[in-house]
């Protein structure tokens, strides 16, 4: 069991709030997941197997990762559907979002998440501001 669904972004988001409290204005914190104080900061998106998929910027934004089959748990990634057992529908989902810990909830729960329910939560009033993935049959989709 890891931390890697919420605890990451969290910290995160308690390193870069520190950071900016002491005056500092360009910073790139990551403690697992990323967040900017000021920028811009271009980061690579990648997936375990088709190594970088995008290029994203951002600027006082945080980005957030998830790979189901970054690490495996017998035969299966270490993010499971804890309802049905399905697997993700997502090779790779990263997110970006005012918040690293929101960022990388939802990085590790949309894995499952249909197309719909992506567009939905770009249209939230307090949602992401995009979402980019990897589909398991190989295509990149951007939302956002």
Same mark, same amino acid.
């Given at each position: 069991?890891? !931390?890697n669904?919420?605890?990451?972004? !969290?910290a995160?988001?308690?390193?870069?709030?520190?950071?900016?409290?002491?005056?500092?204005?360009?910073?790139?914190?990551?403690?697992?997941?990323?967040?900017?104080?000021?920028?811009? !900061?271009? @980061?690579?998106?990648?997936?375990?197997?088709?190594?970088?998929?995008?290029?994203?910027?951002?600027?006082?934004?945080?980005?957030?990762?998830?790979?189901?089959?970054? @690490?495996?748990?017998?035969?299966?990634?270490?993010?499971?559907?804890?309802v049905?057992?399905a697997?993700?529908n !997502?090779?790779? *989902?990263?997110?970006?979002?005012?918040?690293?810990?929101?960022?990388?909830?939802?990085?590790?729960? *949309?894995?499952?998440?249909?197309?719909?329910?992506?567009?939905?939560?770009?249209?939230?009033? @307090?949602?992401?501001?995009?979402?980019?993935?990897?589909?398991?049959?190989?295509?990149?989709?951007?939302?956002?």
């Amino acid at each position: 069991m890891t !931390f890697n669904g919420i605890a990451q972004g !969290f910290a995160t988001d308690l390193a870069k709030s520190a950071l900016s409290d002491l005056g500092l204005s360009r910073v790139l914190v990551n403690l697992g997941e990323f967040a900017g104080v000021g920028g811009p !900061f271009t @980061m690579g998106v990648s997936d375990p197997d088709a190594g970088l998929i995008d290029l994203e910027t951002i600027e006082n934004l945080s980005i957030a990762t998830s790979s189901p089959w970054a @690490m495996h748990v017998g035969n299966s990634g270490h993010i499971i559907n804890p309802v049905t057992g399905a697997p993700p529908n !997502f090779t790779t *989902l990263s997110v970006i979002h005012d918040s690293a810990a929101i960022a990388d909830g939802l990085s590790t729960g *949309l894995v499952f998440a249909t197309d719909q329910l992506l567009q939905s939560c770009i249209d939230a009033p @307090m949602g992401p501001k995009s979402i980019i993935g990897r589909r398991t049959s190989g295509e990149i989709v951007h939302f956002g």
